[in-house]
Each structure stands twice: as structure tokens, then as C-alpha cells.
């Protein structure tokens, strides 16, 4: 059984760094992306980020690109997101995802992907 657990959420102050952990388990994922959504109170779910586990390669929204990082630690089964320079409107919960890739490294549709996390609150305040 497939299964993403983030972690690593918490509330922190405008300008400050937090680093998100989508630990995954139950299958190899070596043709899978990870992707980040988070998802702001009486807003959409919208899409910040995915890497391919297939090469590493990695995809940032404009809004998060330059101040939050993608990395992984293959023995782990693990993806890292970075977050510095944060700004109350990244308050969200934030949610990893799963995607078998086939053939296209990327996407920012929701619906594209598979499995999901539980999600993990990140405050941002001022």
C-alpha cells in the first residue's frame, strides 16, 4: 500500500526558512515525480513544485521559484522541500503527491496524481 507522510510543518515568522519531508513508502518509486501543493484557507489547492525521481530534475511555480528548494535522499525514500525568505501568503497546508510519470516528468494538475499525503500546516506570520 502506497502511502506519502509529510512532515517538518509549524509556524514561523515572515523571512524565516522551514524544511517539509514526504517520506514515501509501499512501492518502488523510481518512475514517479513528487509534487508539492499546499492549499490556503477558502482557496484551491494550487501546485508549488515537483521532482522527477526518475533524473532529480525539478519544476518550481513562479511564486515559489529562487526561494524554495526540491531535494531527495534515495536510501530514505524521501523528498525535502526548502523554504526560505517566507511570507505570510505561503501560509498553507501543504501536501505531497505522487505520480507514475510516464514519459512526462511534470505536472501541476492536481488530478494527474496518484497517492497523497495528509498534508502539514505551515504559518507564515508577520
Known amino acids: 500500500q502506497v502511502q506519502l507522510v509529510e512532515s517538518g510543518g509549524g509556524l514561523l515568522q515572515a523571512g524565516g526558512s522551514l524544511t517539509l519531508s514526504c517520506a514515501a513508502s509501499g512501492r518502488t518509486f523510481s518512475n514517479y515525480s513528487i509534487g508539492w501543493f499546499r492549499q490556503a484557507p477558502g482557496k484551491e489547492r494550487e501546485f508549488v513544485a515537483a521532482?522527477?525521481?526518475?533524473?532529480?530534475?525539478?519544476f518550481y511555480k513562479n511564486y515559489v521559484k529562487g526561494r524554495f528548494t526540491l531535494s531527495r535522499d534515495n536510501a530514505k525514500n524521501t523528498v525535502y522541500l526548502q523554504m526560505s525568505s517566507l511570507r505570510p501568503e505561503d501560509t498553507a497546508v501543504y501536501y505531497c503527491?505522487?505520480?507514475?510519470?510516464?514519459?512526462?516528468?511534470?505536472?501541476?494538475?492536481?488530478?494527474?496524481?496518484?497517492?497523497w499525503g495528509q498534508g502539514t500546516q505551515v504559518t507564515v506570520s508577520l
Open positions: 503527491a505522487a505520480r507514475l510519470e510516464l514519459g512526462v516528468h511534470y505536472s501541476d494538475y492536481a488530478p494527474d496524481y496518484d497517492y
Open positions: 521532482m522527477s525521481w526518475s533524473d532529480g530534475s525539478t
